[in-house]
């Protein structure tokens, strides 16, 4: 896999002959900004870019920022900015960078660049390296696509002096002096065996929630302040956020172990012992290394469920509803271990006209249907498992990763309402909380609202089925329907050519407006009168589906995994991916491919248009070989 990887970056790497940095710089479109940024606030490295033999041309690597990932007003950087973003005298090529090898940058005081390596991709700081090109006469260019923030010239000791991490410093300043101030004042210049570091610190808010008697008690026990303080800072290693985003092992810090965990939301929480934190500021570069704000306190674990979700902000609508619940809320602040799954407001907001209209005994059902009485962390809730709420139902578990970026994400379903498990393992005194995305046993979306909210986007299936004319119906309540829903991801790939640059069946259909009609039918076969789910559905029992075009579909059970085809037709038969998505008036099946690829009157005009371009292909050549017998 190294040498793959070593040959694929190698092969990116354009060798722009003859060239200096500042002409191929001219040449790349893509980093017109940063081009003229150097031109106009720091002409003098233009100059020297520009350089070329018989001079003596100054050697540079360069991380350029693509134009599509500026974030910034580009007339908003400084001259320090455009010099961090320079190494000069080395030509450092991006396939014989190692993990956490450092070179220091142009800007002033020359501060430290750091550069990873997870999996087959190439960082510097967070920014990942995305191509290179080599100019023989003066260095080489790195293509980027986040820009560099040039560090701050405090190292770790004096940074946490600042506003936002002044509770995180009365805590360290209350600890006798030892290895945690030894690290946060680590230096390279004076060899120390803690440098660089990584620090996680809680942010001053996060701190203030915590009451002034629990702090004073954690301050005055000298043993477990020096843990809890230790498991925040991880010693000769820099982690950014790109590399811990792809570490799945256990990191070593000063005290206990820390592991990363991927939200569903793209952002990143660290857990040590039974406390996470979601990090809400990171990348801060410091000189001594990285530092990460996040929103709690690490390895230390000081309120009970029911108390946080009462402190956090975005579960107020679930704390109203909670109050008068006398039997969770003693659940869920009482010794017992137990496990909740967290609804955030919007959801509540959402879902307002559904819950108003349950009666008192239901509301109170649908609270007990997010509560184990085990504690389950994220990883013990596995995939394909059943658990029992307090209410009886049961609970299920579906874990799915994203081929593409590996991504994995855990779902759970209640009277098949799925909720997709947004940040995870917040650890408590008495038990675990999972914030999730929907409330469970709760249908509250309508179809097309279902097809527009599911993670796996959809967007084009809404469009196909308002084109069909069915939206207006499956908005309604007054009927259910069973939809099978494709993925853009999918619609997308179907709607290209072929390795031979062929018309596909997809494309055709899509693209041709001679088949309106047969497309408004094939969209009509994935919709279905009825609710029906697969829970009866085994390698014996395959119930046929009459659709809206007037056909029939048959789901069936093969080695565990749910399928849906056409009746009498071969090659129609499209994966369910995600099942039995309960909505207001009916269910959701999301497959990965048309109910449809087999249709005779496509395939006939696939292999038409397949013909003609053979033709004008032939035509085409003989035309240049008889110009060619002219010429001669």
Request: charged content about 20%.
């Amino acid at each position: 896999m190294e040498k793959l990887y070593i040959f694929t970056l190698l092969c990116i790497v354009h060798y722009a002959a003859g060239l200096n940095m500042w002409e191929v710089l001219l040449q790349n479109s893509d980093l017109s900004k940063i081009t003229q940024v150097i031109q106009e606030k720091a002409p003098h490295i233009k100059d020297q870019m520009a350089s070329s033999p018989p001079s003596t041309p100054t050697i540079y690597t360069f991380f350029a920022l693509v134009d599509s990932a500026w974030t910034i007003d580009p007339s908003s950087m400084t001259v320090n900015q455009v010099l961090y973003h320079l190494v000069r005298y080395e030509k450092l090529a991006a396939s014989t960078l190692e993990n956490m090898k450092k070179s220091q940058s142009l800007a002033s005081n020359s501060p430290l660049l750091w550069f990873s390596k997870v999996g087959s991709k190439v960082y510097v700081n967070q920014a990942e390296i995305t191509s290179s090109i080599s100019t023989p006469s003066n260095g080489i260019i790195h293509k980027i696509n986040q820009v560099l923030v040039d560090p701050s010239s405090n190292n770790a000791e004096s940074y946490i002096g600042t506003p936002q991490t002044l509770g995180f410093k009365s805590l360290v300043d209350a600890l006798p002096r030892g290895d945690v101030h030894e690290a946060l004042a680590s230096s390279d210049h004076a060899r120390d065996p803690n440098f660089p570091i990584t620090i996680f610190v809680p942010s001053t808010v996060s701190l203030n929630k915590i009451s002034d008697s629990i702090k004073n008690e954690l301050k005055n026990d000298t043993n477990q302040l020096k843990k809890v303080l230790e498991s925040h800072i991880i010693k000769q290693h820099v982690y950014f956020t790109s590399h811990l985003r792809g570490t799945t092992a256990e990191i070593p810090t000063l005290g206990d172990p820390l592991k990363t965990i991927p939200n569903s939301d793209g952002s990143l929480s660290v857990k040590v012992g039974s406390s996470s934190a979601k990090i809400i500021h990171g990348n801060i570069a410091i000189k001594n290394g990285v530092l990460h704000i996040i929103d709690n306190i690490l390895n230390f674990v000081y309120s009970t469920m029911w108390s946080t979700i009462k402190e956090d902000e975005l579960l107020s609508q679930l704390e109203t509803k909670l109050l008068g619940q006398t039997e969770i809320i003693n659940g869920l602040q009482d010794t017992s271990q137990g496990t909740y799954f967290c609804p955030p407001d919007d959801a509540f907001i959402e879902a307002s006209s559904a819950y108003n209209r349950l009666s008192s005994f239901n509301r109170t059902q649908i609270l007990k249907m997010h509560w184990l009485s085990t504690t389950r962390t994220l990883n013990d809730l596995g995939n394909g498992n059943s658990y029992t709420t307090a209410s009886g139902s049961t609970l299920t578990t579906q874990v799915e990763i994203n081929e593409t970026t590996n991504e994995r994400r855990t779902y759970v379903m209640v009277d098949h309402v799925r909720a997709l498990v947004v940040r995870s393992d917040i650890g408590t005194k008495n038990g675990i909380l999972h914030y999730i995305d929907t409330i469970l046993g709760l249908p509250y979306r309508t179809i097309p609202q279902e097809i527009s909210h599911n993670s796996l986007t959809m967007n084009r299936m809404n469009i196909l089925l308002s084109e069909a004319g069915l939206t207006s119906s499956l908005e309604e309540q007054t009927n259910q329907w069973t939809v099978f829903a494709v993925t853009d991801k999918d619609l997308v790939a179907m709607n290209k050519t072929d390795a031979n640059n062929q018309s596909t069946f997809g494309r055709i259909l899509f693209t041709d407006n001679r088949y309106n009609d047969l497309k408004t039918k094939i969209v009509k076969r994935h919709v279905v009168s009825g609710r029906f789910y697969t829970d009866g559905v085994t390698e014996t029992n395959t119930p046929n589906l009459v659709t809206q075009s007037g056909e029939s579909l048959v789901m069936f059970r093969r080695n565990n995994e749910f399928y849906v085809s056409l009746v009498g037709m071969q090659n129609t038969e499209a994966k369910i991916v995600q099942r039995d998505i309960a909505v207001t008036n009916g269910v959701v099946m999301v497959v990965n491919d048309l109910i449809s690829s087999g249709d005779p009157e496509i395939s006939a005009s696939t292999s038409g248009s397949g013909t003609l371009t053979t033709s004008l292909a032939l035509i085409f050549t003989m035309f240049i070989f008889l110009l060619n017998e002219k010429r001669l």
